[in-house]
């Protein structure tokens, strides 16, 4: 049976991982690719650290030219994240002759054009499952299993750090700095979790998402987002009295005034799928023109879950089906036209708002004058009486429901309403998605 040699570019939690699986399912792999692997390098920045996985010490490396430039290797797998020295890397394996598997959505968000390029001018492919959602098998998804439809909706959950931390503070009612704690305790959340929480993550994720099903090319600063750290615990119950969870969604849809995306907690209505996704797991919801409403579950992030898609990557490459689909589908074309991006004039939605109101006669009747000089329908209403340990005088919560609004005009009327006197700004806005 052929081996064919592969070098690792990293031996973190997902390097690790993927060293692993290729050891454990060895015979599996060859089985099903007629081809059995040969892991010979794996470069590392400290060879010394300890890392979870069998790999003998002499195949540790820190010296990448000898993943890049050995020709025996075929395939590199690139696991070490960011963006440099990660797209080096990735294009000298590729003007090597080296077919690519990447888990890096940061690379692939804002340098896809780049790469994908490359890959085309030496004959090679990319593949790139691991990049959204660990271990869910998206990207197959919508470059061939849904490849008949086009798109018409993309609803996403892709931060499972995000989704913990929601999801803590929806069941036991803790604070958003309470939850984010519990989730570094447990592993869910970096040191670090800027990335994470202040919606860069899934802003990556999405464009990746944008690209494969809406061709696409979109870089990060492109999307509008918000992310979860600013979020409130009040906002979180106040939407659960109204029968809805808070999610940080990735939404991607087509509409007349061409493609909307942005990546904002957003409100869900109970019992519908998305927000019975728990805990760290992800879910991508997908609604195409001939298939309708479909939806993708499982583990978003992880060491085994990521690694599962990247060793399935390999597996394609090996067998050649990697380069097939790679050339077919056409990822970031050389040359397109950037897409109509629908502006804020142009996107509809239901609102969630939050006023802090002084509690005194007329404040109500002046917000919602001011929401219907706006051209904004209230749905419902929520004002609660003041707290006892409130003291006389102090602000109170008014939350309201809209009607479907022109999120320019949402704006609009909320900058009014925060310049009233009676009205403590700033105020809180988020979409729904029923």
């Known amino acids: 049976m052929e081996r064919v040699a592969i070098g690792l570019l990293g031996l973190g939690t997902v390097g690790a991982g ?4 290729l050891e454990s399912g060895s015979e599996r792999i060859a089985r099903r690719t007629g081809r059995r692997v040969d892991l010979k390098w794996a470069v590392v920045r400290n060879p010394d650290r300890p890392r979870d996985c069998a790999l003998s010490s002499d195949r540790i490396v820190t010296d990448p030219r000898l993943v890049l430039d050995d020709p025996e290797i075929r395939v590199v797998v690139e696991a ?8 080096a890397w990735i294009l000298a394996a590729l003007a090597a002759g080296k077919d690519v598997v990447t888990a890096n959505k940061a690379l692939l968000a804002e340098h896809g054009a780049e790469v994908c ?9 990319v593949a790139f499952e691991a990049s959204v959602a660990g271990g869910i098998p998206i990207v197959q998804a919508l470059s061939v299993g849904l490849a008949s439809n086009q798109v018409q909706n993309l609803s996403a959950i892709v931060n499972g750090t995000c989704n913990f931390i929601l999801s803590s503070m929806g069941v036991s009612g803790v604070t958003y700095e309470a939850a984010l704690a519990e989730a570094q305790f447990l592993g869910y959340a970096e040191a670090d979790p800027t990335l994470d929480v202040d919606g860069t993550d899934t802003a990556h994720k999405l464009a990746i998402l944008a690209q ?6 979109v870089t990060t600063n492109e999307i509008p987002r918000r992310g979860i750290d600013q979020l409130q615990a009040a906002d979180i119950r106040y939407a659960g009295e109204l029968g809805y969870t808070v999610k940080l969604l990735a939404l991607a849809k087509l509409s007349e005034g061409g493609l909307e995306l942005r990546v904002a907690p957003t409100l869900v209505r109970r019992s519908t799928p998305l927000a019975e996704v728990k805990g760290p797991y992800n879910a991508i919801r997908i609604v195409g023109d001939a298939v309708g409403d479909t939806l993708f579950y499982g583990r978003g992030a ?9 060793v399935a990557d390999l597996m394609d490459v090996l067998i050649g089906r990697a380069a097939l689909t790679f050339r077919s589908s056409n990822f970031w074309p050389e040359g397109a036209l950037s897409p109509t991006l629908a502006s804020s004039t142009q996107i509809r939605s239901r609102y969630y708002l939050r006023f802090s109101i002084a509690d005194r006669p007329g404040v109500i009747g002046a917000v919602a004058q001011s929401l219907g000089r706006h051209g ?9 009486d003041p707290g006892d340990d409130d003291h006389p005088g102090a602000p109170v919560p008014l939350v309201i429901m809209t009607h479907s609004a022109v999120e320019a005009d949402v704006v609009a009327a909320i900058a009014e309403i925060d310049g009233l006197d009676a009205v403590r700004a700033p105020s809180v806005c ?3 998605e029923e």
């Open 430 to 432: 988020l979409g729904v």
């Open 302 to 310: 992880g060491g085994m879950p990521t690694a599962s898609s990247v």
């Open 117 to 125: 390029a490359q890959a085309r001018k030496f004959g090679r492919a």
């Open 212 to 217: 494969i099903a809406f061709g696409a090319s």
């Open 18 to 21: 993927v060293a692993r699986l």
């Open 80 to 87: 070490i994240g960011g963006t440099e020295p990660a797209l």
């Open 376 to 384: 904004i329908s209230i749905a419902s209403v929520i004002q609660h």
